[in-house]
């Protein structure tokens, strides 16, 4: 065989295992994660008072992606990645949860298809409104609207940062919130969950991001929903039990061990309780089947 082409073939075998590595390959499982049910709904019920009547959403932008760039092995195929905000809307009072980013960050353009000025300027006021804000995590297109609001000062008695969301700046770029401002600012502290209102409980899932966290809630109705953030983009990841690919996962700095736990322990979650409704943070055919169902409502409450 011609030296050129033992050459060939070797270049063609390394090139060949980094794709499938890089791209393809996603680990069969990672490490153990405990995700109680039963004491996420009785920390629901620990706090006296009104559950939200109400879910709501303003779609704010999309992204655009490959399907391959959200599951490992998927096709090189163009995907919406919409970025939302969430209002949760109790009797005389509303819970904001993520934020987006604004169009000084988003930069709309070829990967940044729609933005919607009219639904960020709904997300902005009702902030101003809001009587608490948390975030699923801190990367900049759940936290950058926050970061930008021009009232950020007035807000921190309501904002609801974690003390890993406030210590990981580097994972906000390029959204930022001034150190100057945030100096005497105190974070919440918990382990695994804590009760945030009547009904909703914040659920520590780190991995995505130190500070990623998911946002349960226990409707007045009683139907129940989970707000996954960025633990997982769309609803394939956790049906194939399949990570983002790596080259993504370094990208975004993502434990990816801890992410497939994750995985494990809502894939499991789903088949167990069928009810119980995930919603992943860029999944646009989850919400609109959640919004056809009337579990959410698009359009924030002003």
Excluded: C
């Amino acid at each position: 065989m011609a030296k050129w082409l033992k050459r060939l073939l070797v270049t063609a075998v390394i090139l060949a295992g980094a794709y499938y590595v890089l791209v393809i390959h996603s680990p069969s499982e990672g490490s153990a994660y405990t995700l109680d049910i039963a004491k996420v709904r009785e920390l629901a019920n620990s706090i006296p008072g009104d559950k939200p009547a109400e879910v709501r959403y303003e779609h704010i932008m999309d992204f655009q992606f490959a399907e391959a760039m959200v599951t490992a092995g998927d096709p090189w195929k163009w995907t919406p990645i919409p970025v939302y905000s969430w209002q949760l809307v109790y009797p005389g009072k509303t819970i904001v949860v993520d934020t987006a980013m604004n169009r000084e960050i988003a930069k709309p353009d070829a990967l940044v298809p729609m933005y919607s000025d009219a639904s960020y300027q709904r997300m902005q006021t009702a902030m101003d409104k809001a009587s608490l804000i948390v975030l699923t995590h801190e990367h900049m297109d759940h936290i950058g609207g926050l970061a930008a609001s021009p009232h950020l000062a007035a807000l921190l008695p309501v904002l609801k940062l974690t003390d890993e969301q406030l210590k990981n700046p580097k994972g906000m770029e390029p959204a930022e919130l001034p150190a100057a401002l945030m100096k005497d600012y105190q974070p919440l502290h918990y382990d695994s969950m804590m009760a945030l209102a009547p009904g909703v409980v914040l659920i520590k899932s780190p991995g995505h991001t130190p500070g990623s966290q998911m946002v349960y809630v226990q409707r007045a109705d009683g139907r129940e929903l989970i707000l996954l953030g960025d633990v997982s983009w769309h609803m394939r990841n956790i049906d194939l039990v399949r990570e983002r690919p790596l080259f993504m996962t370094l990208i975004v700095h993502e434990n990816r061990d801890q992410v497939l736990g994750e995985f494990q322990a809502l894939h499991d979650l789903q088949k167990a309780e069928p009810k119980l409704k995930l919603v992943p943070g860029h999944d646009g055919v989850v919400v609109k089947a959640l919004t056809e169902e009337g579990l959410v409502l698009r359009g924030f409450k002003q």
